[in-house]
C-alpha cells in the first residue's frame, strides 16, 4: 500500500513536470548581444521578431530577417525611429502585382480614342426617319 501511495505522488510530480520541460530547447535561445550600429536598408529585410528580455534575453532588441536566408539576422534597438519605420512598413501588406495602373488625367480634353464614334451612314442607304443614321 505504502509502495502505490509513493508511485502515484511519483507519477503526479513527473505529470506537472513534463509540460514545463517540453516547451523549453534548454536555454539556446538566439539573443542578440549588440545592437547593429548602422541603419538597415529596407530592401535588405524581409520579416522580423521581437527580442524579450522576459524570455531569457539580455535586452530588448528586434531582429531583423534578410532576404536572403543564408546571412544572419540583423538586431536593431526597438526605441530607434528608423527601426519603428522599418517594422510598420514590414507590417503593411504588400501592394497585388496583378493590379492594373490608373492613369490620371490632369488637365485637357478626353481623347477621340476613348470616346464612342456613332456608326456612319452608309451613301444611298441611309434609314429613313432616323436622321441618317443606320
Known amino acids: 500500500m505504502a509502495q502505490s501511495l509513493i508511485l502515484s505522488i511519483l507519477v503526479l510530480v513527473l505529470a506537472f513536470c513534463i509540460p514545463q520541460t517540453q516547451g523549453s530547447d534548454g536555454g539556446a535561445q538566439d539573443c542578440c548581444l549588440k545592437y547593429s550600429l548602422r541603419k538597415i ?51 503593411k501588406p504588400a501592394a497585388p502585382w496583378n493590379q492594373p495602373r490608373t492613369v490620371r488625367r490632369t488637365s485637357g480634353p478626353p481623347s477621340l480614342a476613348r470616346r464612342e464614334r456613332a456608326p456612319k451612314a452608309v451613301r444611298g442607304k441611309e434609314a429613313k426617319g432616323n436622321g441618317g443614321w443606320k
Open 41 to 91: 536598408p529596407t530592401h535588405v529585410v524581409r520579416s522580423y521578431r521581437k527580442q524579450e528580455p522576459s524570455l531569457g534575453c539580455p535586452f530588448p532588441a528586434i531582429l531583423f530577417s534578410p532576404r536572403k536566408r543564408s546571412q544572419p539576422e540583423l538586431c536593431a534597438d526597438p526605441k530607434k525611429a528608423w527601426v519603428k519605420q522599418l517594422m510598420q512598413r514590414l507590417d
